[in-house]
Nanobody, 122 residues
Framework: QVQLVESGGGLVQAGGSLRLSCAAS????????MGWFRQAPGKQRELVAA???????NYADSVKGRFTISRDNAKNTEYLQMNSLKPEDTAVYYCNARIRTSIYNSAGQDYWGQGTQVTVSS
């Protein structure tokens, strides 16, 4: 089955940088949109950034100018470069991808990574 495996989380001081990666594997025909979400303690999961198969991107206002989402279609992998990190960026980050695994389902379905902890100390 399809799996999304994340890596790159950790502990960093405010102002520092981290790069998250998310690799998809399994019976993949193609990947449509990909994105990163985050969930802080006591808060709802929120969209951080998204990227279409054509490379168009959108970002949450809180991360614009600091985070960059990208993807490598040949590797079925997406990335989130996070710069100028702030304590309020602390959360579990989840990758998401709309993946088509069947020729009978052109829309595909959503898959999620296991989550990776990002902690920014002040």
């Amino acid at each position: 089955q399809v799996q999304l495996v994340e890596s790159g989380g950790g502990l960093v001081q405010a102002g520092g940088s981290l790069r998250l990666s998310c690799a998809a594997s399994g019976p993949i025909i193609n990947i449509n949109a990909m994105g990163w979400f985050r969930q802080a303690p006591g808060k709802q999961r929120e969209l951080v950034a998204a990227i279409t198969s054509g490379g168009s991107t959108n970002y949450a206002d809180s991360v614009k100018g600091r985070f960059t989402i990208s993807r490598d279609n040949a590797k079925n992998t997406e990335y989130l470069q996070m710069n100028s990190l702030k304590p309020e960026d602390t959360a579990v980050y989840y990758c998401n991808a709309r993946i088509r695994t069947s020729i009978y389902n052109s829309a595909g379905q959503d898959y999620w990574g296991q989550g990776t902890q990002v902690t920014v100390s002040s």
